[in-house]
């Protein structure tokens, strides 16, 4: 299984950037999959999931900013970032969590916000 996330960049305050997960080796049907972030000396959160039931959860510091999405055919996962602010500068990351418990993480994509 991998999970190649992609799309990151340098932006000013108030851009947008789309990122990319594209998996191999796993499919999406069943299985919970989401966008997580990190930034420097800080833990890894939850920014937005796809629950295996289809629901979707956003952290309320990205709501009506952030759209998470996914293309079955394309086996991609995907994160819409509008309005994007200097504290939404981490290293993000994607996942998925199988319904048997198994948890795969893409390498992580760099995003900067500029203010």
């Known amino acids: 299984v991998q999970l190649q996330a992609s799309g990151g960049g340098l932006v000013q305050a108030g851009g947008s950037l789309k990122l990319s997960c594209a998996a191999s080796g796993i499919t999406f049907s069943g299985n919970a999959i989401g966008w997580y972030r990190q930034a420097p000396g800080k833990q890894r959160d939850l920014v937005a999931l796809?629950?295996?039931?289809?629901?979707?959860n956003y952290a309320d510091s990205v709501k009506g900013r952030f759209t998470i999405s996914r293309d079955d055919a394309k086996n991609t996962l995907y994160l819409q970032m509008n309005s994007l602010k200097p504290e939404d500068t981490a290293l993000y990351y994607c996942?998925?969590?199988?319904?048997?418990?198994?948890?795969?993480w893409g390498q992580g994509t760099q995003v900067t916000v500029s203010s």
């Open positions: 996942k998925i969590r199988t319904s048997t418990g198994y948890i795969y």
């Open positions: 796809i629950t295996s039931g289809s629901t979707i």
